[in-house]
């Protein structure tokens, strides 16, 4: 089946076509411009340079969070839209769990950070046992003292960091005298096909039921709940 998989949850966006976790194509680009702007652009050039219709596609597959929540926001709603005009169904993936699904590195604890700001970031972790991923705690917005801390008394294998937060997570947890190091760069950052990757095994859905996952309430919430405690 063919998988055209989106990925928007951070800085750099990218759309790629698999079949059964074959890697077709990918456009990866990490210009700064909005997703708005280069998601759909991306996805009509990649399908138009494999020769694939739109009508060939199986399965629309996005990280669903966590991460920006605007860069969410585009990735599922285009999923979700493209999904409904096509008739089939979708998967929305962790974007930590899809991140992991692309570095299959055994004998390490693999360790997706994303840059959460307020002093956390959004993470999880795993290991690969046998060939297969296995998911050693549940998505979570955790602050780099308690991730240390964590790790300090868990941390059995060496730590592997990916993601946009590996650069200032690695400096914290190195100073905290963990054994990590971070991910060579083509590993290192979100991609759409470590999206397909994670979608192979996970959930079908219908378009409808699509949500994204935030973890945290957005900033513009969380503003006017602290209004509405001061009055």
């Known amino acids: 089946m063919l998988i055209l998989s989106i ?3 951070a800085k750099p966006s990218s759309v790629a076509v ?16 909005t997703h708005s702007r280069t998601l759909m652009a991306m996805a009509e050039s990649l399908l138009k340079n494999l020769e694939v219709s739109l009508r060939d596609i199986g399965l629309i597959a996005v990280s669903r969070g966590p991460g920006s929540f605007t ?9 979700k839209g493209l999904a409904w ?18 570095t299959p590195e055994p004998g390490v604890m693999l360790c997706p950070v994303m840059d959460a700001r307020r ?7 795993f290991s690969w046992n046998d060939g297969e991923l296995v998911r ?7 602050s780099l003292d ?16 990916i993601g946009d937060g590996a650069a ?15 991910a060579p760069d083509l590993l290192r950052w979100q991609t759409a096909y470590g999206v397909a990757l994670a979608s192979v095994t996970a959930e079908h859905i219908p378009a409808a039921m699509l949500e994204p996952s935030y973890l945290r309430p957005p900033q513009a919430e969380r503003v006017r709940g602290a209004l509405s405690e001061r009055r």
């Open 119 to 125: 002093n956390q970031v959004y993470n999880a972790l």
């Open 136 to 142: 050693l705690c549940k998505d979570r917005a955790i």
């Open 18 to 33: 698999s079949d059964n976790g074959q890697l077709l194509g990918q456009y990866y680009q990490n210009s700064g411009l």
């Open 168 to 182: 200032i997570s690695f400096d914290h947890l190195k100073s905290s005298g963990i054994d990590c190091r971070i």
């Open 71 to 79: 860069g969410v926001r585009i990735g599922v709603s285009a999923a």
């Open 85 to 102: 005009g096509l008739d089939i169904p979708v998967c929305g993936v962790s974007t930590l769990e899809a991140m992991a699904y692309q």
């Open 7 to 9: 990925e928007s949850s």
């Open 146 to 161: 308690d991730l240390a801390a964590e790790l300090d008394a868990e941390l059995d294998a060496p730590c592997l960091l």
